[in-house]
């Protein structure tokens, strides 16, 4: 089974300044998808970012970017000049490659940009 | 494109009283997630559905939680009887179900049970 462990309930951010959200992962696939996703206190889920296993670039979307380390099953979420509009929770997702398509979710990290 | 819709937004019952919820997933979506969302933690996965086919409800506490999806396209999620533990919010999300898709969530369902 898929596990996805974020080990940082809560981070802050002064605005302008670049954080990394990390995140960690298990799975026996070999083939899958990551992704990250962003729920304001409005509480719809939006999707941030998304990296393809079998891809070695790491994906980029305008500020949000990825570190994504395969052998050590690591995702990391980059936000550069952080702005008051990304404070939301954020979570990492491990998309299974299998035939079930199952998308398993961290615990989220609780992200506040400061004025 | 219309999003995800689910009704109601908000919902209080008493413990042991039944409830229903509701989730029209957006049009030509072949799969639909229900998630169950605690306070402070992460969605954990209820029910996935591929077209109008359960694929995964191994978390899914049988006892007390039904779930179908109606030809295809709605679905609708039942607890009976509530406990005060299912104070949560349940999502509903929907993909077109290929590989790596990405799933549109709805708003939520917030569930307080007293």
């Known amino acids: 089974a898929q596990t996805v462990t974020q080990s940082q309930p809560e981070m802050s951010v002064q605005e302008a300044e670049t954080v990394t959200l990390s995140c960690t992962y298990d799975?026996?696939?070999?083939?899958?998808?990551l992704f990250w996703y962003k729920q304001p206190p409005s509480r719809q889920m939006i999707l941030v970012i998304r990296?393809?296993?079998?891809?070695?670039q790491n994906a980029t979307e305008n500020r949000f970017s990825v570190n994504f380390q395969k052998a050590a099953k690591s995702f990391s979420l980059k936000i550069s000049d952080s702005q008051l509009g990304d404070t939301a929770m954020y979570f990492c997702?491990?998309?299974?490659?299998?035939?079930?398509?199952?998308?398993?979710f961290g615990k989220g990290t609780l992200l506040t940009v400061n004025p | 494109e219309a999003g995800v819709a689910q009704s109601p937004r908000y919902k209080i019952i008493e413990k042991r009283q039944s409830v229903a919820f509701w989730c029209n997933p957006i049009?030509?979506?072949?799969?639909l997630y229900w998630y169950q969302q605690i306070l402070g933690q992460g969605p954990k996965l209820l029910i996935q559905?591929?077209?109008?086919?359960?694929?995964?409800d191994s978390q899914l506490p049988k006892d007390r939680f039904s779930a179908e999806r109606l030809k295809g396209v709605d679905s609708t999620l039942k607890i009976q009887p509530a406990k005060l533990e299912d104070s949560a919010v349940y999502l509903c999300?929907?993909?077109?179900?290929?590989?790596?898709?990405?799933?549109?969530f709805g708003q939520g369902t917030r569930l307080t049970v007293v």
């Open positions: 799975t026996s696939e070999n083939n899958y998808y």
């Open positions: 559905f591929q077209n109008n086919g359960v694929v995964d």
């Open positions: 999300a929907s993909s077109f179900g290929g590989y790596g898709t990405e799933a549109f």
């Open positions: 990296q393809e296993a079998y891809k070695q």
């Open positions: 049009s030509g979506h072949a799969t």
């Open positions: 997702a491990h998309y299974s490659g299998g035939s079930n398509y199952k998308l398993t």
